[in-house]
């Protein structure tokens, strides 16, 4: 059974950049695609950006431009927070859900396609 779990989370000044982390263990059979979400202070889980076969990822507008996903190795992604803003302050969650190996990933955004989750990393963004 997978797991994933987060780190690289902390305080940023605005304007400032920020590197999370996501890696995955457990036994797997397949390949894993892998996603950022987050959760912000009142605010319902949005998707952040997610691995997407074929044309590298997929973001939210809010964050295109100014947020980059990777996928280090089979297992881990990172997501390097720059030019960050106030609104970026939230629970950052990294997802995860195994395909077979010649399966592609879609890129999705929502929470619905992913089925393994992290406990989370907060980032506080100050002024």
């Known amino acids: 059974q997978v797991q994933v779990v987060e780190s690289g989370g902390g305080s940023v000044q605005s304007g400032g950049s920020l590197t999370l982390s996501c890696e995955a263990s457990?036994?797997?059979?397949?390949?894993?695609?892998m996603a950022w979400f987050r959760q912000g202070p009142e605010k319902e889980r949005e998707g952040v950006a997610a691995i997407a076969s074929g044309v590298g990822a997929t973001y939210a507008d809010s964050v295109k431009g100014r947020f980059t996903i990777s996928q280090d190795n089979a297992k881990k992604v990172s997501l390097q927070l720059s030019s960050v803003k106030a609104e970026d302050t939230a629970m950052y969650y990294c997802?995860?859900?195994?395909?077979?190996?010649?399966?592609?990933?879609?890129?999705?955004?929502?929470?619905?396609?992913?089925?393994?989750w992290g406990q989370g990393t907060q980032v506080t963004v100050s002024s």
């Open positions: 457990g036994s797997s059979i397949g390949r894993l695609c």
């Open positions: 997802a995860a859900r195994e395909v077979g190996w010649l399966a592609i990933c879609s890129g999705s955004l929502r929470g619905n396609a992913y089925d393994t």
